[in-house]
Structure formats: C-alpha cells, structure tokens
C-alpha cells in the first residue's frame, strides 16, 4: 500500500490555502464533485507537484441490499484514472431503498445511514464489495462512519463486522477515529475496543475530524475544530499501528488557514505521541488477507429482507412513516431532523440563488418541505421540486421574490416535455400566474 503521510481534505472554498500549506503530502476529494474532463486547475497543480489526490466516493451506497450501481462504479473508476490515484474510497453505508427489489417507493437517503450489523447485512455487503473491486482499476478502501441510530439484533460489534468484512474481500480499511469517537458517544461503543478487534495490516489510511455534542448527542459535523478525544483515538490506533496515511476532514465553517495548519501540527503531535509508545513496529502497509472468492452468491432472499428493513427504516426518517420495532423513537427523531437539515443546507449549495431569493423564509420552508416530499432524484432536483412546492403552495405572495423565483424554476425546469406530464402541467400553470 502507498505511503501517503500528512493531508487534508480539498474543498473549492480552501483550494488556494491548501496549495500554500506547508507539509501536505496528499489530498483527498469527494469523487462526485469533480468531473474528469475539467479538473479544478488547483488540483492539477498539486499534481503536477507530485501530491497524490485520492476520490472519496459518498454515493456509491455499498452497504445498500442493491447490487452497486454500474453507472456510479465506472464514474468513480473514470475519476480515478483521471487523477491518477493509487487508491479510491467509499463508505460501510447504505444511502437509498426501495424500489423493485421490495416492491415499494425508491427513496433517497442523501446521507450515508449505518448498516446493521448482522450476517445478512455482512454477506451482501461482501458481495457488493467484490463486485466494486471487480470493476475499479486500483484497490478500493470502505469506511466506517458515524451513526446517530443502533439496528436492534445487531449480531456483531463494529470491530467484529469490519475484521470480518477485510478478512472474506481483502478490502482495505478507511479508519475514521471521529467516527469512533462519534459511536463511543451515541452508542456507547468503545473505541478501543473496536480498535483491539481490526485486521491492523488492512488500514489503509485515517480520518480525523470535528464534531460537537448536544443534548447528549454527538454531531459528526466535519465544521468544528477536532476535539481532544478524537485526537486520544488517533493516538490509540498509532499506538497499535503505523498508517500508511493520516487525513483531516473539514467540509463546511472553514477556519484562516493558519488554525488548519495549528489543527495539521495536532494530529501529527497525536501520530508521534502514538508512535513513541507502540510496543512492536506494526505496520499496516503489509498485504491484506486473501478473499474467500469462491463464496456462492448471496441469495435474493437476504437481499429482500436486507432492503425490507432498511426501506422502512429509511421511510420513517424521510417521510413520516411510524418508527420500526426496535429503534428508539426520539434518537430516530434526531436523526430525522439532521437528515432535513442537511438537506437544506446541501441544496441552498446547489442552487444557491434559492435562499438569496428567499431570504431568511428559505430555511423554515424547504424543512416545511422536506417533511412531506423525500428526496426522489439527487439534489439537484431536490431544489426544483422544493421551488415548485414553493410556488404552487401560495405561502409566497405576489412580488419580486415570487417572480424571480418563477423564472429561476422555468430557466432549469428544460425545454417543454414531449409528452404531458406533471411537469408539463406545472411549467403552463406557473407560465399563467
């Protein structure tokens, strides 16, 4: 596995602060927000200065009862050709439901939400890894994420699921110690246990990052300064192992670069306090174990109970369908309101002429919204249907803002349909007011 060292997460809105920063070996980028055609110029000059860019899947949905999607997998292996990555990496996660396989609405998470721990949910999700590995050019990595919510009857701890999800593939491991942190906080797991049970050799590389608590409720925010115990977490692991790689992650909020580099300069204080006390020179760029490729395919009969489960799950975080047995209410209702809010906050990045239209009425109505209408083709229709609500709903009185907002939806709704249909309808009704 490569070396990677020190490095940050690359965003547009820090692009020229990380070219400046001193001691960045890599970075990483969300796969889907870059387009292998047209790189963002900053990215090709730190290539051209020999720094490793790594694409970060986010919607990928392995962890989903669904067979991986072939559209998302050769994107994401066109990304990693265009950027010449040793490496490309998703998440342990499931981010839609429904649909053919359980007979019921497809519905979009626009989250990574957890898996349940149990051996069906283990034996798709290694089937829909090999099938990922099969079709990327350079070896894959999968994380493990943050969840808010615990699937009741889980059969296997977090250290238990990824030990066995690397031992059966050979995929490599995205540790992410904020996450652990986050699950030690909302699930009362504990880190190092966790820690104690991973194949050490299958690390790929870490991630660090920011958070905070309310009301007893850890919120992996990836906006805030990194916490002590997230950097204890660090330095446990470094203590069991050396990582080919360490990342900080930091999506939204962002700091002067100057507190980036003193946030830098903490996690390598925590990768060398780590260091000075490993009992043995472990090394996690040694081979990962071998798959157990010649595993029968895993019987639709799982896949189904797999996506009936998570279906229901996923409609009573979206659309206000009752909870399923075994999930705690109100921990379901936090996770519920953090899924809106993201929403909101995601498509007003999208479309940002929505809350500059608006105004301040743009976050209350697109969570009015968000309660009734989930989330049916990506953000970008998000933030459509979101304007025609708006429009057709008669909350937005006649004036500048009802009128700009109109020809906002008609210049991105397209050409007239060639056939009638809703949208149609709706384009003449808003064509008339």
């Known amino acids: ?96 439901a429904g649909g053919p396989l359980t007979a019921s609405p497809h519905l979009e998470a626009g989250h990574l939400l957890p898996v349940p721990r149990t051996r069906d949910a283990l034996d798709v999700l290694c089937e829909n890894v090999r099938i990922a590995q099969d079709a990327l050019p350079v070896p894959l990595a999968v994380e493990n994420i943050a969840a808010l919510i615990a699937w009741p009857g889980e059969e296997l701890t977090e250290g238990q699921f990824l030990y066995e999800l690397a031992d059966r593939t050979g995929v490599r491991l995205l540790i992410d110690v904020a996450n652990l942190h986050t699950n030690h906080v909302n699930r009362g797991e504990d880190p190092a246990k966790a820690l104690a049970e991973l194949p050490l050799e299958a690390i790929a590389y870490v991630h660090v990052a920011g958070g905070f608590e309310r009301d007893g409720v850890w919120h992996d925010s990836h906006a805030h300064p990194v916490p002590r115990p997230v950097l204890d977490v660090l330095t446990d692991l470094t203590s069991r192992v050396s990582p080919p790689g360490v990342l900080l992650e930091r999506d939204e909020n962002f700091p002067e670069p100057g507190e980036l580099e003193r946030e830098l300069a903490s996690i390598r204080e925590a990768v060398e306090e780590g260091a000075r006390t490993r009992t043995a020179p472990a090394d996690a760029t040694a081979p990962a174990r071998t798959p157990d490729a010649g595993r029968a395919a895993v019987p639709d009969a799982t896949r189904q109970r797999l996506g009936l489960a998570q279906a229901a799950l996923l409609s009573a975080l979206i659309a206000g369908t009752p909870t399923p047995e075994g999930f705690d209410r109100v921990r379901l209702g936090v996770q519920a309101r953090a899924l809106a809010a993201k929403r909101a906050d995601v498509v007003a990045k999208v479309a940002p002429e ?60 397209g050409p007239a349909p060639r056939r009638r249909s809703r949208l149609g309808r709706v384009g003449r009704s808003l064509i008339r007011r």
């Open 354 to 413: 929505l809350p500059l239209i608006l105004g301040g009425a743009y976050r209350t109505a697109f969570l009015a919204y968000a309660q009734g209408h989930p989330m049916r083709g990506g953000y970008r229709q998000d933030a459509l249907d979101f304007a025609e609500q708006v429009l057709l709903g008669g909350s937005l009185e006649e004036g500048r803002a009802r009128r700009e907002l109109r020809r906002w939806w008609l210049d991105r709704s």
């Open 1 to 96: 596995m490569t070396r990677l060292g020190t490095g940050i997460g690359w965003r547009p809105e820090i692009a020229d602060a990380v070219e400046r920063m001193p001691g960045i070996d890599w970075v990483e980028v969300v796969a889907e927000n870059v387009c292998p055609g047209h790189l963002p110029d900053s990215l090709l000059r730190l290539r051209e200065r020999g720094v490793t860019v790594v694409p970060h899947g986010v919607s990928l949905g392995l962890g989903g009862a669904e067979r991986p999607d072939e559209g998302r997998l050769a994107a994401l292996a066109e990304r990693a050709e265009a950027l010449g990555s040793p490496l490309v990496t998703e998440h342990i996660a499931f981010v839609r």
